[in-house]
């Protein structure tokens, strides 16, 4: 299947070095919304334009599939919710190197990194990014459009929320929620629950401060 990726940033980046092992998929460019991007190359593809040259690409390039490669959580779903209302079908990057053993399900528009670990009935929302060296435990559930920065570890039956980041290194005590609209700090250990719309950080976690609620205009 002939697919873009939507971004060519250091997210981009990411999603390119886990497709181009896939041999299901062929990437015929990147999609941008930066207009100075246009005409330009990045990693030796073309970019080709916005949103508005889907439409030409799926006539005459055959264009079916696509994904959204930004690392603003929402901005990701709105990208992947307006390439889905043009037509296209939103692809899985998964490097071949990442471990999954029998996980409940992996979203669409997933980006798990080299070396990322889903282990047995764990749940991977739409649009879930995973680094490097991430382990999501056994029955953990991420929910949609949250990233699991490199090398955060989950351990069993940990819950967190959609459009939650969770900082590199850090690790979240078994059993616990975090919830939607979270960000959790570089290194932090989390061994409570955490609410929605907050910043925590340290170790132990603590609260840093609130998070308005998430303006989700255009994500469907
Ligand atoms: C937690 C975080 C969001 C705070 O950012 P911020 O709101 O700009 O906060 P500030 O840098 O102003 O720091 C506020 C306080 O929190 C402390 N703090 C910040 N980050 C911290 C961390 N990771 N661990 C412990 N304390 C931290 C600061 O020392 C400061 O303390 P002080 O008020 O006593 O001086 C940010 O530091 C962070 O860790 N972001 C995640 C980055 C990441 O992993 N991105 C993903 C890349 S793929």
Known sequence: MNIVIYGCGENGCQAYHCLRHDSNVTMIGFLDGNPKTKGTEYLGLPVLGDFDEIARLRRDAGLRGAIAAVGDNVARARINTRLRHEGLQIVRAIHPQVMIESPKSIGEGVILEMGAAVHALAEVGEG?????????????????????????????????????????????????????????????????????????????????????????????
Do not use: E, Q, W
């Open 128 to 220: 879930c990014f995973m680094g490097t060296a991430t382990i999501m435990a056994h029955h953990c559930k991420a929910g949609r459009y949250t990233t699991l920065s490199g090398g955060v570890s989950t351990g069993g039956g940990v819950t967190v929320g959609s459009f939650t980041l969770i900082g590199v290194g850090a690790n979240i005590h078994p059993h616990r929620n975090v919830g939607s609209n979270v960000i959790v700090g570089v290194g932090a250990s989390v061994i409570k629950d955490v609410p929605d719309n907050c910043v925590v950080a340290g170790v132990p976690a603590r609260h840093l401060r609130t998070l308005a609620a998430l303006d989700l205009t255009g994500v469907k």
